[in-house]
């Protein structure tokens, strides 16, 4: 399958981008909490950017955030958390991966992380960065959400990128 030098390899390039896609997204959450909460919209950049304190009782956009509290916690919690350790585990454990790849999958498996920590100590996910023009807005969303997002963009670039050598076919037969 792999030798021992591979799985470390893989575990430290895990823990780099877990570490600090939990960090960072930690850190901003509780900046955002001790800055934001109780205090008005700020607006940046010709109100490209607002800076609005929320907590998301859901997932994504709020969705769920109005089933019955065992039922956010089972979905939301154990299945979230269920699928982030199988996801990890394959991500450490495939060798079809490309580098990129295996970042592109923690990153998501971080911000998954982040704000399923965030569930289970307070039930809630705080969110706090809204973009848009106008009335065209995204969601009030946190630095989780842009790992997640940038992992998923990542993972659809290295996909398009032609796989090492190593791991080409020879259909010459």
Known sequence: ?????????RAGLALLVLGTSVGCDQVTKRIA????????????????????YARNRGAFLSLGANLPDSVR????????????????????????????????????????????????????????????????????????DLAIVGGVALMALAGRAKPPASQSVDMRG
């Open 1 to 9: 399958m792999f030798d021992a030098r591979t799985l470390r390899v």
């Open 73 to 144: 916690y089972w979905l939301f919690t154990v299945g979230v958390g269920l699928f982030l350790l199988y996801l990890l585990y394959v991500t450490l454990t495939q060798p079809r991966f490309t580098t990129a790849q295996r970042c592109a999958l923690l990153l998501m498996v971080g911000g998954g992380v982040s704000n399923a920590w965030d569930r289970f100590a307070a039930g809630l996910v705080t969110d706090f960065m809204n973009l848009g023009i106008g009335s065209l807005r995204t969601g009030i969303f946190n630095v989780a």
């Open 33 to 52: 909490t001790a800055t934001l909460m109780g205090q008005r919209v700020k607006s940046y950049a010709g109100d490209l950017v607002r800076l609005e």
